[in-house]
């Protein structure tokens, strides 16, 4: 079994302080007052006195000023807000990841890692990163908030047009979804998906079926993408026992099939029920087998259903 990953080490996260007690360092050791100062950089008093206790930043224009007084150049006056301004963006961001380990514990981690999904995810510094970041950084999302508003609130319907909230498992299943738009993400096709295309290659798709080829999947893979389509095999996860998706990933119809099926009739009956989703039904709906989620259209599924039926006895 996989093993968790560090979730939170706050000594990893050096201090940085405002630029402001670099200002207050230098004031007292020229021996220059407030007054005098802010007179001579041609800025407020009140200005001056909020950058010293650290609640204003220094703008560009202030480090220019402050240059000519100080002799500190303005690009070091810069790097130190800049530093600064980061050093509190991270620490918000460890706050938010910290909390953020209740949604985290509802994936099922180790069963994902030992799939090797999470691959290649590390931090800056080349190491393992901790269980809430790898997960947004799986789901290209900064936060769990992210994750809720695409997978459960629908809040980018163009992208994603059903909400996993009603379903059984809404975590696993989204993993499993993720997983498969990477892969299909590693597949390049240049030529765009038309029906004809599709409906030219259903002989062909009917004849592998029928010799029982042990490479199967290769082959469907490449006569698919003449059509325009990426065919993807991801594992299923124990939760989550998704057989198959139909759905448009960035213009580009894609499916999705579990890797393994109790039957090869299975197998093809899933295949050719998404392909009928392909044909028959538009670019903005998602449709997955063996999963009831939100607002799913029964009138196409049965449409899908009859699709497979009939191929199935060609």
Known sequence: MAQTRPFFDPAKLPVVYHPGETLDEKLQEIGMGVKEFA?????PEKTIIAVLKGNSSITPDMAVAFEMVTKIPADMWLRLQKNYDEFLARKKREKS???GLQWANK???????????????TDSHGGAKNIVDTLCTFFAVSSPKGWE?????????VAFSITLAEVCDPYALSAWLRQG?????????????????????????????????????????SLLAIAGIKLVF???????????????????????????????????????????HILLHGKKDIFMENVN??????????????????WMTK
């Open 39 to 43: 007179t001579r950089v041609s800025k």
């Open 107 to 121: 994936f099922p981690y180790a069963e994902i890692a030992s799939l090797g999904w999470f691959s290649g995810i």
């Open 234 to 276: 991801t594992d299923t996860l124990s939760s989550a026992p998704v057989k198959g998706c139909a759905r448009y990933i960035y213009g580009i119809p894609c499916i999705q099939l579990a890797k393994k099926f109790e039957c090869e009739a299975d197998f093809w009956n899933t295949l050719f029920h998404e392909i009928g």
């Open 97 to 99: 990841l910290k909390e």
């Open 181 to 221: 738009e990477i892969q299909a993400s590693e597949i390049s096709i240049n030529i765009t998906y038309k029906s004809i295309l599709l409906r030219g290659i259903l002989d062909q798709i009917s004849e592998i079926r029928k010799s029982g080829t042990p490479n199967r999947n290769e082959l469907l893979s």
């Open 149 to 157: 508003d695409f997978y459960l609130n629908q809040r980018l319907r």
């Open 293 to 310: 989620y939100g607002n799913k259209d029964l009138k196409k599924e049965k449409q899908a259903d009859e699709f497979a039926a009939l």
